[in-house]
């Protein structure tokens, strides 16, 4: 045996063991075998399969069989299938440390030492039956299982029970006691029948499941309002249609296509491997018999083979195996350097900084220690958390992966994960739709979009209207708008406002008219008074005015502040400009040329795009090829060295404008889309697709992928080097969004205004109706119509009931009574009461002057305001006061009263044609008074 060992040892052979219990797994092995050596034929090893038939149920034949292989040099054992053998070749494996592989369900599986297990692990797989169940809603259920083994098969559902009100109730098929039919569940599924539930779990060997299917068919439940979920991974291999029209829903799940190619070609193989080469059945029955412990033995065959074949390439180290035998405490050196690979996730990657590099070292270094970066250290987190070796590959043709429509097939990383040569690809790989057809992801670990490199803008030189910046236009047409209303609405509110119009003269008491300050010219000096912050000679009375003047002030100083502060910025930032801002002036303009790389995700998202702008940039770039660059490092060397734009993804950008001084990123993202980990898309990967998104998110949670972010863009390789400078940035005038509301309180502040004036104007007509027994109606519609009649800017005074009661005793003592009888009832004291006295007074004085001649209206009233001065000096000397007014302390003589009268009067510029009659008439009525009175009555009017 020794010799026969050694010459196979010169053959580079590659001794396999195997222990089946089944003749098909068997013929699958030494097929597998010899079907890898046909695939690496250029390669030196040669596999060879040893493989021996055991029991299922027999441990001691199983040991005996395994010592007997191991003393033939064996480098790996495959089997057997049997739950009960399976633990002790396991131990025996492990103490020899030889790799032991096996392709069975395994209930109680520990993934550690020398075992691997390709078989779907058990949490998967209820993983999936729970999300079939919640997918048909199912909230009540019958788990029918065979015995404890599948019972286990299927713990995960029974833990349903009670979650989200599901009922799950157990039941096992027992078979009938009486007669000879073993396999008889008829009387079990009847009494289940009669429960009423119509939706079950079936979890029962292969052995018995057309059986039951076929006997549940005879109970009476295998029609439409029946459903069920078979757990077997075989159910394939049963013949189902005699239940096809019944109705009723079967579920159950498969881990390979049996019309496949492949698959039909290994059935045919199996069958034909036998001594006669008759077939049996036809290639695809043949391979909807197949069961998927047989198939998984191929894949075992190759994972084994590739393992080996990876550690010997290019002579990294040599298989040496030598016989081991069980009654000694020898052991294989090499063992788990194999089992450790074959558990040892492959990683393809590219050289890409600063996601994967050389280590810059002096040292000589070996593995995966020659690599670092940004994604080396995110797979050593997540290896961490979900406990998995890796290997590095290098992708040597520096391809991320794109589709060949022409060839119908991928290339670089994307077709090493579908080929099954890589576990997993990481780089700066964006997820794609296209890309995500042919293999799987996980969710992103870093987001980005497209945008543009391009050169640093250059500052713009000082505008010689730079004090205009810090408002935009529309603010200041607003400003200008505003300032126009305001002045207006102060003009309206002043004529309305009663408290407005003011006295012209302090010295009258009650004057003939009276004037209003807020004139138009006022109003707009009163408003840019307030507006440049140096005020006015304009003080409002009125609350409407005061109201309206402190909504006005507090815009001008909210106004006024926003303006100091953005000028401010304006003149101390340092304003940068480019010749575009975005993607759509880039593609506008003709000055600068731009481009991307050659067949990359970047490219192909222009040529993708349903986006008019963009897909003719897409044009451009086929009519530009000699734009297109190879690398992003050729893309670098373009901007720098002429007037070019490199569109490229954010996050690459980030990188290079934090080492090259002289490029920034310009405009936005284009797009959002993120870097993922590809792997191969099938059920066995699933899982740990799932298992990775988990932990990418986790550390996304706990700012481990940003900490990374920040080492290697702004820490390592030269990061930090063109860090911004503190006050950078460019200033923005202020639009409407940000002064918006300062408009929208002095909008509402000059309505308040304006309700308020007119309040005031109601309130102040309807105290004077009231006391003066007027009508309200007609005096708010004379105020009204004075208020329209904006060309007259003085408010004639309206005498009151006792002026008119005054007006009428005088008219009667004119027609009456002459000058001569009056004045015998003065003198006579005829006249008691002041009122008479004042009323004879006028009188006399009248009829002296114009000799009992008709007296008109217009001199009537001319006297009135004469005899109202004299009244006022009266009181004033009764009281033995002296007014501060000058022009009221020099009226002690009807000439003083006539000259202090006019110099009052003269104030009012608009009135200077009418003061020039009343003073022709008052020193004719003067002189005639000199004349005709005797000095009795004149001077007994200058006492008064």
């Known amino acids: 045996m020794l010799s026969s060992y050694k010459s196979f040892l010169k053959l580079n052979a590659i001794f396999l063991g195997g222990l089946f219990g089944n003749i098909n797994q068997k013929k699958a092995f030494h097929i597998a075998a010899h079907g890898m050596n046909e695939k690496y034929s250029y390669s030196q090893m040669k596999l060879v399969p040893k493989s021996l038939h055991i029991s299922n149920h027999n441990s001691l034949e199983a040991y005996k069989s395994t010592c007997s292989l191991l003393q033939e040099g064996i480098v790996g054992l495959f089997g057997p299938s049997s739950t009960s053998s399976s633990p002790y070749i396991q131990s025996l494996c492990d103490l020899k440390e030889v790799p032991h592989v096996e392709t069975h369900q395994d209930l109680n599986l520990e993934r550690n030492d020398t075992l691997v297990n390709i078989y779907p692990h058990p949490r998967i797989l209820s993983n999936i039956f729970i999300d079939l169940i919640e997918a048909y809603n199912w909230h009540r259920l ?35 006691d009486s007669g000879n039919d073993m396999d008889n569940y008829r009387s079990m599924l009847t009494r289940v029948k009669l429960t009423g539930e119509t939706n079950f779990v079936l979890a029962c060997s292969v052995d018995i499941l057309e059986e039951v299917l076929r006997q549940l068919q005879q109970v009476g439940m295998m029609t439409d309002i029946y459903s069920y979920i078979i757990t077997n991974l075989d159910m394939q291999t049963v013949e189902l249609v005699p239940f096809q029209y019944a109705g009723t829903n079967i579920t159950g799940i498969r881990m390979f296509n049996p019309e496949q190619l492949e698959v039909i070609r290994i059935a045919e193989d199996i069958q034909n491997y036998a001594d006669n080469n008759t077939f049996e059945e036809s290639g695809v029955v043949a391979a909807w018999k197949l069961k998927l412990e047989t198939v998984l033995i191929i894949d075992a065959v190759q994972l084994f083979f590739e393992t080996i074949y990876y550690l010997t390439e290019d002579q990294k180290m040599s298989i040496n195996a030598k ?36 280590k810059e070292t002096t040292t ?105 910046s810090p408002f935009s236009l529309s603010v200041w047409i607003m400003l200008g708008v505003s300032y126009f209303i305001v002045s207006l609405t102060f003009f309206i509110m002043g004529r309305i406002s009663p408290t407005e119009w003011q006295n012209p003269y302090p010295c009258v008491e009650e004057p003939d008219y009276l004037i209003n300050q807020f004139t138009i010219r006022n109003s707009l000096w009163f408003t840019i008074g307030a507006l440049m912050q140096q005020g006015s000679e304009l003080a409002p009375i009125a609350i409407s005015t005061r109201t309206a003047s402190g909504v006005w002030w507090f815009f001008v100083l909210i106004m006024v502040s926003s303006y100091t502060a953005n000028l401010a910025a304006f003149l101390t930032v340092e304003t940068l400009v480019t010749p575009f801002k975005n993607i759509d002036e880039l593609a506008a303009q003709k000055d600068i040329k731009y481009g991307a790389k050659k067949n990359g995700a970047t490219a192909n998202y222009f040529r993708d795009s349903n986006v008019s702008s963009y897909h003719n940039i897409w044009k451009y770039m086929i009519r530009h090829t000699d734009l297109m660059v190879n690398d992003n490092d050729e893309g670098v060397r373009k901007v720098e060295s002429s007037n070019y734009a490199y569109l490229m993804e954010s996050t690459t950008i980030e990188y290079i404008t934090e080492r090259h001084c002289s490029l920034a990123q310009v405009g936005g993202l284009l797009d959002d889309k993120g870097y993922g980990i590809a792997m ?13 998104s988990r932990a990418v998110l986790k550390l996304q949670e706990t700012g481990v992928l940003t900490s990374l972010k920040i080492k290697w863009w702004k820490e390592k390789r030269g ?81 009151n009931a006792e002026d008119a009661k005054e007006n009428q005793l005088i008219n009667n003592f004119l027609s009456h009574f002459s000058a001569t009888a009056i ?121 008064r």
């Open 142 to 176: 019958i788990i029918l299982y065979d015995n404890d083994e599948s019972l286990l098969s299927v713990s995960s559902l029974v833990e349903l029970n009670g979650y989200n009100d599901r009922t799950v109730v157990l039941r096992q098929l027992d078979s009938d």
């Open 323 to 358: 016989p081991i035998y069980c009654n000694s405490d020898n052991n294989w050196a090499d063992g788990y350097t194999i089992i450790n690979l074959m558990k040892t996730v492959k990683l393809m990657f590219l050289q890409s900084p600063p996601y994967a590099m050389l």
């Open 364 to 468: 000589q270094l070996v593995g995966n220690d020659r690599y670092e970066g940004y994604c080396v250290d995110v797979i050593e987190k997540l290896s961490h958390i979900l406990g998995f070796n890796y290997t590095f590959n290098l992708q040597e043709d520096g391809a991320n992966g794109n589709y060949n429509k022409t060839r119908g097939e991928w290339n670089g990383m994307i077709k090493e994960v579908i080929d099954g040569r890589a576990d997993l690809a990481i780089t700066d790989l964006t997820v794609t739709s296209e890309r995500e057809n042919a293999v799987d992801f996980t969710m992103p670990f870093m987001n980005l979009g497209i945008s543009i490199l391009y050169r640093k803008p250059e500052p713009v030189p000082p505008s010689l209207f730079m004090f205009a």
């Open 680 to 692: 191969k898309k099938s059920a066995y990967y699933s899982p740990y697709r799932n298992d990775l």
């Open 719 to 799: 990061g930090g080097k063109c860090s911004r400078k503190s006050g950078g940035g460019e200033a923005t005038a202020l639009d409407l969004q940000n002064v918006g509301g300062v408009f929208l309180v002095l909008s509402i502040g000059a309505i308040l205004g304006v309700i308020g004036s007119f309040l005031e104007l109601t309130l102040y007509i309807y105290r004077k109706a009231q006391k003066e027994k007027l009508s309200f109606k007609e005096e708010l519609r004379r105020e009204i119509n004075f208020f329209i009649k904006f060309k007259q800017f003085t408010k004639e005074v309206i005498s």
């Open 823 to 943: 004045l015998h009832m003065y003198g006579d004291g005829a006249f008691r009461t002041s009122e008479e006295i004042k009323i004879a007074d006028f009188v006399i004085n009248f009829k002296i002057i114009f000799n009992d001649n008709h007296i008109s209206s217009e001199d009537l009233q001319i006297y009135k305001h004469l005899q109202k001065v004299v009244d006022t000096i009266r009181v004033h000397q009764n009281r033995s006061a002296i007014s501060d007014n000058v022009e009221e302390a020099r009226c002690h003589s009807l000439e003083e009263i006539h000259f202090g009268y006019f110099i009052k009067y003269n104030e009012s510029e608009r009135e200077v044609n009418k003061f020039n009659v009343f003073e022709r008439r008052i020193t004719f009525a003067l002189k005639h008074m000199e004349e005709n009175v005797n000095s009795l009555i004149w001077l007994e009017i200058k006492e």
